[in-house]
C-alpha cells in the first residue's frame, strides 16, 4: 500500500499559529471590554479622581490641561441643578437610558427629520471615561447604551454626578467645574450665581464655540431658560441633594 503522505510541517505550524493569534487577539478583545467594567469598580471611592479620554490625549499629546477636582459638596448646588435640567432632566428617575427620548430620536430619523442628543449625563460620562469622541459617532452610541446601564447600576447618582462635572470639557483644555469656573468667572465652583451656573451649563453640548464668559444673544436666552428651570426643578434633582 502507498504511503500516506503527510501534511507539510511548514503548514501545520502556519495553522497553530494563526490559531494562537486569533486567540491572543480574542482574549485582547475580552480583556478591552472588561476594562470599562474593572474602572468603574475602581471608581466608585470618592478619593478616586478619574481623568477622560480627552484629558489623556492632551497629555499623550503634550498640550497639558487644566483640571483642579472638587467634591460635589464643593459645587454650588444651582449649577449641579442647571447641569441637570439643561443636559438631562430625567436624570433621577432613568437608570442610565432615557427611553422615552431615544426612541423619539429613533422615531424621527425613521420619518427623515432632524435629530436632537439623546445622551443622558450617564451616557456623557461613559464616553468621557471610556470612549473615543467624534469619528464613528454611531458605533460609539452602540457601545455606551450597556455601558450606562451597567454604570447606573454600580454607582449611585451623585457619585455619576461627581465624576461628570470633574471630567467634563469647558473650554480647550479645561476640564472640570471648578477650571471651569475659575477659567470664564474667576471664582470657585461653590460661589457661582444662578446666571453663571446656568451659562456653564448651557455651553456643555458645544464648549469650544460657546463661551460663558462672552454669550451671545442665544446663548444669554437659553441661560434664562435654563435659570428658570432650575429654580423649579424640585424633585428633578433629588438623588444629587
Known sequence: MP???????????LG?????????GLLALIALGMLPL??????????????????????????GYDRQWVSIDDVSPVLVHSVIMSED???????GIDWGELNSVIDDAMAGEATRGASTITMQTVKNLYLWQRPLGTVRKIVELPLAVY??????????MEIYLN?????????????????HFKRPARELSRRQAALLAVS?????????????????????VIERRAARAGGYVGCVD
Not at 490625549?57 to 498640550?63: E, G, S
Request: charge should be positive; hydrophobic fraction near 40%.
Open 3 to 13: 504511503a500516506k503522505r503527510k501534511g507539510s510541517p511548514r503548514r501545520a505550524w
Open 16 to 24: 497553530v499559529g494563526l490559531r494562537g493569534g486569533m486567540g491572543r
Open 38 to 63: 474593572v474602572l468603574a469598580i475602581l471608581y466608585l471611592p470618592p478619593f478616586v479622581h478619574p481623568i477622560s479620554t480627552l484629558m489623556l490625549k492632551d497629555l499623550v499629546t503634550f498640550q
Open 89 to 95: 432632566g430625567q436624570f433621577c428617575g432613568h437608570r
Open 151 to 160: 454604570l447606573d447600576l454600580v454607582m449611585s447618582k451623585r457619585r455619576i
Open 167 to 183: 471630567v467634563a470639557e469647558w473650554g480647550p483644555g479645561i476640564y472640570g467645574v471648578e477650571a471651569a469656573a475659575q477659567y
Open 204 to 224: 456643555l453640548p458645544n464648549p469650544i464655540a460657546r463661551d460663558p464668559a462672552k454669550p451671545g444673544p442665544g446663548l444669554r436666552r437659553l441661560a434664562s
